[in-house]
């Protein structure tokens, strides 16, 4: 095997972890960028429109994933990821010269559905790169991407107050933009099947056979466990993904540019350690038993039930912060392992499709969560409702147990 082909799978994580990077940064900068934004634009004073704000994202992500993952697994990856960035940084970019609450809301609609379509090509992609012990560390190390830009994205508010938070969504924009010319130049399609394109087909034919994967998939059991193993945690998922800051500046009585930063930090850096260990140990258990990605998800999952009493609970500095660190770590472990998970139940062929049913699944539950959240804040009552998000991942764990028997390493037809 030549030296490139062994270290290319390895330069294609390197090149979409920083594409990963954008794609959380862009969409975390508006958690945390709230105060500064709300001097300008006064409807975000109230976070039940903040939550709505946030919500419209999450549902257009949600609702276009499945369709973003049926294009990816029919047509080139490459050019989706690109265009997927290219899109969404411009949005970014537009974003900075707003002025009134209804121009971010449709641009907020519009960056849902450019970056719905990055996730499931990407994930694909490596995952057709990494076919042998690799899988789920290049996935690991690929998601330690999204988890250092939300990190970052809890800067927004810090860099809002020195400059301004115009400013601060145009040079992301414009960083996004440049990097996808250069993605043109040096990524590579690597898709493992053929789809037959020697006969000309109608419209009609092409989208029955593009949806033919939907029809397979959800007539597979398996798959709809892993549907609601992959929804049920993105409950408290997003919840802290876009309420932390918001807990702990309420909870720890700090400015939002110190909480912001602290939440979203404490948490991605945990889940960026989580990945990494998750990872090694997913590969290294598999190898041994069929079920070990399993397993190690279930310890993922199991980390995070302590760690949202602590949040929801605690008042003071140290819990919360030990909640946080525990529920990254947690959460990190398990969702390396969700696309691994899915390599060995579903073929190649329709691994996307899978991954952006189930990105719909999680992410309707998040933007539901997330627009819940912002009345509970409104009602006081955002801590107690933490807490009580931990029942659905005991209830996930339990049919993850009892009901995924996978019956290989990676399934090929």
Not at 363 to 377: C, D, E, R, V
């Amino acid at each position: 095997m030549s030296v490139e082909k062994r270290t290319y799978p390895w330069a294609v994580v390197a090149m979409l972890w920083f594409v990963a990077l954008l794609n959380y940064l862009d969409r975390q900068m508006l958690a945390t960028m709230k105060p500064s934004m709300m001097e300008d634009i006064s409807e975000l004073v109230s976070a039940a429109n903040f939550g709505r704000l946030m919500a419209v994202f999450l549902w257009i992500y949600a609702f276009m994933s499945p369709l973003s993952g049926v294009i990816a697994d029919r047509l080139n990856r490459k050019w989706l990821i690109i265009g997927s960035l290219f899109v969404w940084s411009a949005v970014t970019l537009l974003m900075g010269y707003s002025t009134t609450f209804n121009q971010l809301y449709i641009l907020r609609g519009i960056m849902g559905v450019s970056e719905a379509f990055y996730i499931p090509a990407a994930l694909a992609l490596i995952a057709d790169y990494h076919q042998g012990k690799t899988r789920s560390l290049a996935i690991g190390i690929h998601t330690t991407g999204i988890y250092l830009g939300q990190a970052l994205g809890g800067f927004g508010a810090t860099i809002a107050s020195n400059f301004s938070w115009q400013l601060t969504f145009q040079s992301f924009g414009v960083v996004g933009m440049v990097y996808a010319l250069f993605l043109i130049l040096f990524l590579k399609e690597n898709k493992t099947y053929t789809i037959d394109k020697s006969e000309k087909l109608s419209i009609k034919q092409e989208f029955n056979a593009a949806f033919k994967g939907l029809g397979i998939l959800l007539g597979n059991i398996s798959f709809w466990v892993l549907l609601f193993y992959f929804s049920a945690p993105s409950l408290p998922g997003w919840a802290t993904k876009n309420w932390a800051p918001t807990l702990f500046s309420d909870t720890l009585k700090l400015d939002m540019a110190q909480a912001g930063p602290l939440a979203t930090i404490t948490i991605a850096m945990a889940s960026f350690a989580g990945v990494l260990i998750g990872g090694l140990l997913s590969d290294h258990w598999v190898q041994k038993n069929l079920k070990g990605r399993i397993y190690t998800g279930v310890i993922g999952l199991a980390l995070t039930i302590p760690a949202l009493f602590l949040l929801g609970f605690g008042t003071a500095f140290t819990p919360v912060l030990c909640g946080a660190l525990c529920f990254g770590l947690g959460f990190g472990i398990f969702d390396v392992n969700n696309m691994p998970i899915l390599c060995q139940f579903v073929s190649p062929r329709y691994r996307a499709t899978g991954y952006g049913l189930m990105n719909l699944a999680g992410i309707s539950a998040g933007a539901f969560i997330t627009n819940f959240l912002g009345k509970s804040i409104d009602a006081g009552h955002l801590g107690r409702d933490f807490v009580l998000l931990s029942g659905v991942v005991v209830v996930a764990i339990i049919f993850q147990l009892t009901l995924l028997k996978p019956k290989t390493i990676n399934k090929t037809d």
